[in-house]
């Protein structure tokens, strides 16, 4: 247990934390809804570049998980934090530039530095948010922590999808992206808020010691996220493609579910065990996306998006329970950074290999695979909750 984790509220250590999480997330949910049309519509290229312009924000984090990890557990998750909202501010300022790039490759160029900058701000910011709240309350609370960072970010992704589209109606893509670049600088001014946590002391395993450890609960959180990656790079264009009237819905009602479910349902990991909420999560999150598959309408859809953000609400923090209990306190960040990763690889090559689905098969197409993917996750959990090895303390 961390010291003084239960003499601290969790709710008055996580307040900042999640105020810091949202801003870095308003960022990156602000561009969601507008990018695909405009890479797509403005710029004058097909479904995978807009899968590639999605992704590539994942990539980045991907390849520098580790880094931030290792970083967090050497310097402390407040030095990672604001090393990662720094460098989402560089990222707004070049979706700024880009703006003023006429020639629509170069112009594209400008704008995938800017995605590639903001997954590394993003790896850093979450990889120390999450080892400062567990940190700070303990290991026993870990799900705690990741249920109520989880609502900071989706909370952000769901403010963040109509609010980008209006910032877009009224001012462009530069209005917009001028935007992106202020929410993770007003972060900053909430780092002084939160009691600093010291490195924990004890010899690091080594990376590939790591991920032989959580491989297995990070493989259901990487089929399971397939889902939203479907919803965020695919569903506004499907909603265009279908004629159906605001298209920002189904990823705000994705957002919201997910909030409501972490509100009412963030806990259950700690209490119950993570692996079968995990069956849980998955169970609901495959109806969800065979709705988005079948939907008739845009109701039917917004409902299956809704479906799909309420089972995956609780994915990310109930493999995550089980992934940090198989690693010592003092490789909690790179822990963290490796488990995070595999939601990073659903994104940087999951979502860029749906684009090539909806080109031969349709938008709808993306939300069959999603249904599949979950169904795995859902296989993942059931062996989990059978027995697997854990080390504890």
Do not use: K
């Not at 032989?212 to 959180?221: E, K, M, N, R, V």
């Amino acid at each position: 247990m961390a010291p003084g984790s239960l003499a601290i509220s969790p709710w008055r250590a996580l307040a900042p934390i999640c105020g810091i999480v949202f801003m870095e997330f308003l960022a990156m949910g602000l561009p969601l809804p507008v990018l695909p049309g405009h890479v797509h519509g403005t710029l004058g290229f097909g479904t995978f570049v807009v899968g590639l312009a999605i992704g590539v924000q994942s990539w980045a984090t991907l390849l520098t998980r580790h880094g931030a990890g290792t970083w967090s557990d050497r310097r402390g998750p407040r030095s990672a934090t604001v090393l990662g909202l720094g460098l989402s501010v560089l990222a707004g300022v070049a979706y700024v530039l880009s703006c003023a790039v006429a020639e629509p490759s170069a112009s594209l160029g400008v704008l995938l530095v800017g995605r590639a900058l903001l997954g590394l701000g993003e790896g850093l910011v979450i990889t120390g948010a999450l080892a400062w709240g567990v940190g700070l309350l303990g290991r026993e609370r870990s799900g705690l922590v990741m249920s109520w960072v989880g609502v900071a970010m989706y909370g952000a992704l769901a403010a963040g999808a109509p609010l980008g589209s209006l910032l877009h109606a009224r001012h462009g893509f530069a209005g917009m992206s001028l935007s992106s670049t202020l929410a993770p600088l007003m972060a900053l001014g909430l780092v002084v808020l939160v009691r600093a946590v010291r490195p924990v002391g004890g010899a690091r395993l080594p990376f590939h010691r790591v991920i032989g450890s959580i491989w297995l609960p990070g493989l259901g959180l990487m089929l399971g996220a397939l889902a939203f990656g479907a919803i965020a790079a695919f569903s506004t264009l499907r909603f265009e493609q279908e004629g159906w009237s605001h298209a920002a819905l189904a990823m705000t009602a994705f957002g919201v579910a997910y909030v409501l479910a972490r509100l009412l349902l963030g806990g259950l990991p700690d209490r119950i065990g993570g692996a079968r909420v995990a069956m849980a999560s998955a169970a609901v999150t495959m109806v969800g996306q065979l709705g988005m598959w079948l939907a008739s309408s845009a109701t039917m859809a917004v409902g299956a998006a809704a479906l799909t953000g309420l089972g995956f609400s609780l994915a990310f923090p109930s493999f995550g329970v089980e992934a940090i209990r198989r690693v010592p306190p003092h490789n909690r960040g790179v822990a963290l950074g490796a488990y995070a990763a595999c939601f990073d690889v659903t994104m940087g090559v999951g979502v860029p290999l749906l684009g090539v689905v909806v080109g031969a098969g349709g938008y709808d197409a993306a939300f069959a695979v999603g249904a599949i993917m979950a169904l795995g996750s859902l296989l993942v959990a059931a062996v989990l909750q059978s027995g697997g090895q854990r080390t504890p303390q």
